[in-house]
């Protein structure tokens, strides 16, 4: 392929797709292992994302007003904790002048999600509310689905359709025949009174029957839902206050409990000095008992982080409510860094807004309140940026510092929640003999599930196609049945 076509590959792409083996297991897991249906589908991926300059939009190339109609965004977390694509179709006119750019607008977005979190996928979701005929264009439906089924490989979860009118159930038995039988399996049909079995209520707009106060505008860029910083103390309006005496008292309680661990880590934090006082004295919060060993780190250009992708959280039944994040600075220089979440009223942590020293590490204790439990759709957000030598690390010179450094300087990563079910959670400790648990063990369940629900499907096709020839045969039985006995009928009547 790339002998004879090499001038329709973007060299970025083909660069890409000798390293990043995860992009080609995609591509080969969506194709059932199939070599030869797998190279047809890069090639016509990689021709498509030439075509489109896919590697070269920004907002900056697209017209203001595309981001600013607000039929397409990424908004939220469906029950599964996958990202949530919203078309609102009801903003959506026909306009062959304006479908190219339409079109580079989806291949925008799923690009920008692509690279911001590494191709996990995507819940699809069409809110048909208050649409109607003016509304149907089947061609730009029809590349929204071939968005997914050609060039993004294994990145749809589902599509969920909200209250599609009837006028336009012509419409979409047509789409059906452009998905194929595998993703024809993820369309679901809902409305207000099921609409959340897939999505939760916190992330469904009111006219959904949700409670969520989302509304979209632009700019800027809707990125994420992290607009809320993550206060020390949870949902507080500012970062130095003190906690409050239910916290104290839960504190004091557990701290109880756990006395030994917490004298050692005293001993450990008393000789961190990259800090300043007032986050020193919140050092001393005691280590969770349950957290995560960081098994995998994520390797920034300012500082790794550990763990690189999940935050384990306990359910109500097993009782873990904190977990460890670790920061590792690798450069020359302070880093500034902060935390912001999707749930801020859930959650605290300790130090929130702080610096890390030069070639030092610092632990960062996540917590949730009483009463809360973590979910799959929690979000965190870690921001670091270097600072200058000459610029202290109080809190003043912090704040100041966050609102003068530019977006372009600024490292962000991301970590998403995963909670444990098990009533047993001792290999999540931090326990020496904890820290031999594989790291990819989960994804790899995963992928071997994802394969056996693949071969599971094949297995149907080939079942359904065996019926079919079996119900052909027998009506073609029974025509010769007839054939046979209309020529006895016929040789009969001569003869009389």
Request: proline share 5%.
């Given at each position: 392929?790339?002998?004879?076509?090499?001038?329709?590959?973007?060299?970025?792409?083909?660069?890409?797709?000798?390293?990043?083996?995860?992009?080609?297991?995609?591509?080969?897991?969506?194709?059932?292992?199939?070599?030869d249906?797998?190279?047809?589908?890069?090639?016509?991926?990689?021709?498509?994302?030439?075509?489109?300059?896919?590697?070269?939009?920004?907002?900056?190339?697209?017209?203001?007003?595309?981001?600013?109609?607000?039929s397409?965004?990424?908004?939220?977390?469906?029950?599964?904790?996958?990202?949530?694509?919203w078309?609102?179709?009801?903003?959506h006119?026909?306009?062959?002048?304006?479908?190219?750019?339409?079109?580079?607008?989806?291949?925008?977005?799923?690009?920008?999600?692509?690279k911001?979190?590494?191709?996990?996928?995507l819940?699809?979701?069409?809110?048909?509310?208050?649409?109607?005929?003016?509304?149907?264009?089947l061609?730009?439906v029809?590349?929204?689905?071939?968005?997914?089924?050609?060039?993004?490989?294994?990145?749809?979860?589902?599509?969920?359709?909200?209250?599609?009118?009837?006028?336009?159930?012509?419409?979409?038995?047509?789409?059906?025949?452009?998905?194929?039988?595998?993703?024809i399996?993820?369309?679901?049909?809902?409305?207000?009174?099921?609409?959340?079995?897939?999505?939760?209520?916190?992330?469904?707009?009111?006219?959904?029957?949700?409670?969520?106060?989302?509304?979209?505008?632009?700019?800027?860029?809707?990125?994420?839902?992290?607009?809320?910083?993550?206060?020390?103390?949870?949902?507080?309006?500012?970062?130095?206050?003190?906690?409050?005496?239910?916290?104290?008292?839960?504190?004091?309680?557990?701290?109880?409990?756990?006395?030994?661990?917490?004298?050692?880590?005293?001993?450990?934090?008393?000789?961190?000095?990259?800090?300043?006082?007032?986050?020193?004295?919140?050092?001393?919060?005691?280590?969770?008992?349950?957290?995560?060993?960081?098994?995998?780190?994520?390797?920034?250009?300012?500082?790794?982080i550990?763990?690189?992708?999940?935050?384990?959280?306990?359910?109500?039944?097993?009782?873990?409510?904190?977990?460890?994040?670790?920061?590792?600075?690798?450069?020359?220089?302070?880093?500034?860094?902060?935390?912001?979440?999707?749930?801020?009223?859930?959650?605290?942590?300790?130090?929130?807004n702080?610096?890390?020293?030069?070639?030092?590490?610092?632990?960062?204790?996540?917590?949730?309140?009483g009463?809360?439990?973590?979910?799959?759709?929690?979000?965190?957000?870690?921001?670091?940026?270097e600072?200058?030598?000459?610029?202290?690390?109080?809190?003043?010179?912090?704040?100041?510092?966050?609102?003068?450094?530019?977006?372009?300087?600024?490292?962000?990563?991301?970590?998403?929640?995963?909670?444990?079910e098990?009533?047993?959670?001792?290999?999540l400790?931090?326990?020496?003999?904890?820290?031999?648990?594989?790291?990819?063990?989960?994804?790899?369940?995963?992928?071997?599930?994802?394969?056996?629900?693949?071969?599971?499907?094949?297995?149907?096709e080939?079942?359904?196609r065996c019926?079919?020839?079996?119900?052909?045969?027998?009506?073609?039985?029974?025509?010769?049945?007839?054939?046979?006995?209309?020529?006895?009928?016929?040789?009969?009547?001569?003869?009389?």
């Open positions: 392929y790339l002998l004879d076509k090499s001038e329709k590959y973007d060299s970025r792409d083909v660069e890409r797709l000798q390293q990043d083996d995860k992009w080609v297991e995609n591509y080969l897991i969506w194709c059932h292992d199939v070599v249906d797998t190279l047809k589908m890069i090639d016509e991926s990689l021709q498509w994302r030439k075509e489109y300059t896919v590697n070269d939009l920004t907002e900056s190339v697209l017209p203001k007003w595309l981001f600013e109609n607000g397409l965004f990424l908004h939220g977390y469906d029950k599964e904790g996958y990202k949530l694509f078309f609102r179709v009801k903003h006119t026909r306009d062959p002048k304006q479908q190219l750019e339409k079109k580079k607008l989806v291949a925008f977005w799923l690009e920008h999600y692509a911001r979190d590494h191709g996990k996928p819940t699809v979701v069409f809110d048909m509310a208050e649409t109607g005929i003016s509304h149907i264009d061609d730009f029809r590349f929204i689905v071939n968005c997914f089924t050609d060039y993004y490989p294994n990145f749809l979860t589902k599509i969920v359709i909200f209250e599609m009118p009837w006028i336009m159930n012509a419409a979409f038995k047509i789409v059906k025949g452009w998905l194929g039988p595998d993703a399996s993820m369309l679901k049909f809902t409305n207000k009174s099921d609409v959340q079995e897939y999505i939760s209520g916190e992330y469904l707009p009111p006219h959904m029957g949700g409670t969520d106060s989302f509304k979209y505008s632009y700019p800027p860029l809707v990125d994420d839902d992290f607009q809320t910083p993550l206060c020390e103390n949870g949902p507080i309006t500012s970062e130095d206050e003190h906690e409050s005496k239910e916290e104290i008292d839960a504190d004091t309680k557990e701290s109880g409990e756990l006395n030994e661990e917490q004298n050692l880590n005293q001993k450990k934090m008393n000789s961190i000095e990259q800090i300043s006082k007032s986050e020193e004295t919140d050092k001393t919060e005691i280590k969770p008992k349950n957290a995560k060993k960081a098994l995998t780190t994520f390797k920034g250009p300012l500082l790794h550990s763990p690189a992708e999940e935050l384990y959280f306990g359910s109500k039944e097993t009782g873990e409510k904190k977990c460890l994040i670790v920061l590792t600075n690798i450069t020359k220089n302070v880093v500034a860094f902060k935390v912001r979440t999707t749930a801020p009223e859930k959650y605290r942590v300790k130090p929130s702080s610096s890390c020293e030069p070639g030092t590490s610092l632990d960062i204790i996540v917590s949730l309140h009463g809360f439990a973590a979910s799959l759709q929690d979000r965190f957000l870690i921001m670091a940026a600072m200058d030598q000459s610029s202290g690390a109080g809190v003043p010179e912090l704040t100041q510092f966050w609102k003068e450094v530019p977006r372009t300087k600024v490292m962000e990563h991301r970590l998403r929640c995963h909670v444990i098990s009533s047993k959670p001792s290999s400790t931090l326990k020496e003999n904890a820290f031999n648990i594989p790291a990819k063990t989960n994804e790899d369940l995963h992928i071997q599930l994802t394969r056996l629900l693949q071969i599971n499907k094949r297995l149907q080939q079942i359904d019926l079919w020839f079996q119900q052909l045969s027998v009506v073609l039985s029974l025509l010769s049945v007839t054939v046979v006995a209309f020529c006895f009928y016929l040789a009969y009547t001569q003869r009389s």
